[in-house]
């Protein structure tokens, strides 16, 4: 594999984009120069798309076999380069040490299972009501998928959508968040080069939203565009979309709830809420948002979370003891510092925390905060644990249902089939009983309601995402058209 990443890759090629700006590649913890990389353009965009529809229409007829072989191929070779990935993701995303390897393994669990895809494009043949005729439905790729991969968990959240659509018979062009173009983008072209995939299917074009990000959805090529990030980019994905009459896959912002009921177990939800809050410095859609506790056993929670919280280690990701990097900009932490400040003037304590060195915010616990205060309404994505008394169960289902969102959440109760009630009445595409928010299986499908996205990733469901059907009606014998067609 690549180690130096400073070019696009279109058509099979490594390339210089043709922007007159560029991309400076830096590491978040301590600003070391990690490359710069020419931009792409809108010419590059359109390069690399064209090269992708070219590509697809043999690609889209090869065997299952050879789709699957390439698949499996790339999978061996991430799993040679693990430690090579690991390092790329902590100096470029700010990721711990123990964060990247286990997105690096998810990622992989994730590649094997669309390389199972070439066999179940499955189809059926069903009655018709007309005499002699058979119905044959056939599941067949879309063509061209668009994919932008966010910074956050940028190898997981890219290889989902680019594995999907490559083993179900697509051409792919990617365009990495700017602040991860390796991660996010670069190094799947070296990787699935090196599995021999066919010249011009998967193109990664660098490039600045403001240059190229229109683009890359109205493009008249691509037939899906598969986005995770925020919930205002997503909206504008949407609404372009929508207009070039183009399925989207969103996966968007996240208000995730964490509900302890009065009979939960107080050290299993402590080290739940622990993982879910803090694991890569909050910086995940799935993230637990609202820490929701019944009042009666709240203090008891309070002080066994934060004698946990205060072990953690805050630091350089690169060291394997850390628990807490970086947030990926300065920019990050500001907003994140404003929304404390302001929800402590509306009454709410930082009883742990609060404060930053640049963009190394320590990690943070906040009581006495109620559902419409700054650090509860918006996401966070950073290391602050916004913590919120209840005084019954129906109190608590309102107010995990009061915000517009609803990707992840969890409900911890010593009564399974409690809980497992009360997560049916919250409205989110995930919940989990006795766990934390943040869980992803690559067979189970992943993906919020209301403004949270739409559509799901993974399994059969990924499936329906990134492939089309098509009715062919076969009439075996010559149909009766009654008297529209009689003889005068």
Not at 56 to 83: H, S, T, Y
Not at 217 to 230: C, E, K, Y
Not at 320 to 331: V, W, Y
Not at 340 to 369: C, F, R, W
Request: aromatic share 6%.
């Amino acid at each position: 594999m690549k180690t130096d990443f400073t070019k696009l890759f279109i058509n099979g090629e490594w390339t210089d984009g043709n922007s007159d700006s560029t991309i400076n590649n830096r590491n978040p913890y301590d600003g070391a120069d990690l490359g710069t990389i020419k931009a792409a353009s809108k010419k590059d965009l359109d390069h690399a798309y064209q090269s992708a529809q070219k590509a697809q229409e043999e690609w889209a007829n090869e065997l299952p076999q050879v789709k699957r072989e390439v698949m499996e191929k790339a999978v061996r070779i991430v799993e040679e380069n693990q430690e090579m990935i690991i390092d790329w993701l902590i100096k470029e995303s700010g990721s711990t040490y123990m964060k990247a390897a286990g997105e690096v393994k998810v990622s992989i669990l994730s590649m094997k299972e669309a390389a199972t895809y070439p066999y179940r494009m499955e189809g059926k043949i069903l009655p018709s009501q007309v005499p002699g005729k058979e119905n044959r439905v056939y599941r067949e790729p879309l063509g061209v998928v668009g994919i932008i991969s966010p910074w956050n968990f940028p190898f997981h959240l890219a290889v989902r959508s680019i594995a999907t659509a490559l083993a179900t018979g697509n051409g792919v062009v990617v365009k990495p968040a700017t602040h991860t173009p390796v991660t996010g983008g670069l190094l799947f072209a070296s990787i699935f080069e090196e599995a021999g995939l066919p010249k011009g299917l998967l193109n990664v074009v660098v490039g600045r939203g403001s240059e190229i990000g229109d683009d890359i959805v109205t493009h008249p090529i691509p037939r899906l565009i598969s986005f995770t990030g925020s919930t205002e980019v997503g909206r504008r994905i949407g609404e372009l979309a929508g207009k070039n009459l183009k399925k989207t896959a969103l996966e968007l912002g996240g208000n995730n709830v964490f509900i302890v009921l009065d009979d939960a177990d107080i050290d299993q939800a402590v080290e739940s809420a622990l993982f879910g809050k803090f694991y890569h410095q909050g910086q995940i859609c799935m993230s637990i948002n609202r820490i929701m506790v019944h009042k009666d056993i709240h203090d008891k929670f309070v002080d066994a979370f934060v004698s946990r919280v205060k072990e953690l280690n805050t630091g350089n990701p690169a060291e394997k003891a850390t628990h807490i990097g970086p947030l990926i900009d300065e920019d990050q932490a500001e907003r994140i510092l404003k929304d404390i400040d302001a929800s402590k003037e509306q009454g709410a304590e930082v009883i742990l925390g609060g404060d930053a060195k640049d963009n190394l915010l320590s990690p943070t616990v906040m009581t006495g905060v109620t559902n419409d205060m700054p650090i509860a309404k918006n996401e966070i994505f950073g290391p602050v644990a916004a913590i919120i008394a209840f005084d019954d169960d129906e109190e608590a289902v309102r107010l995990a249902n009061e915000h517009p969102y609803g990707l992840s959440g969890a409900v911890h109760s010593s009564s399974i089939e409690r809980g497992t009630n009360f997560a049916h009445r919250v409205q989110t595409g995930m919940i989990h009983v006795n766990d934390e928010s943040v869980n992803d299986e690559p067979h189970m499908p992943f993906g919020g309601e209301k403004d949270s996205g739409l559509g799901r990733f993974n399994g059969e469901w990924a499936l329906e995402e990134f492939t089309t059907v098509k009715w062919i009606g076969v009439q075996h014998k010559r149909r009766d058209y009654g008297p529209f067609i009689e003889k005068r």
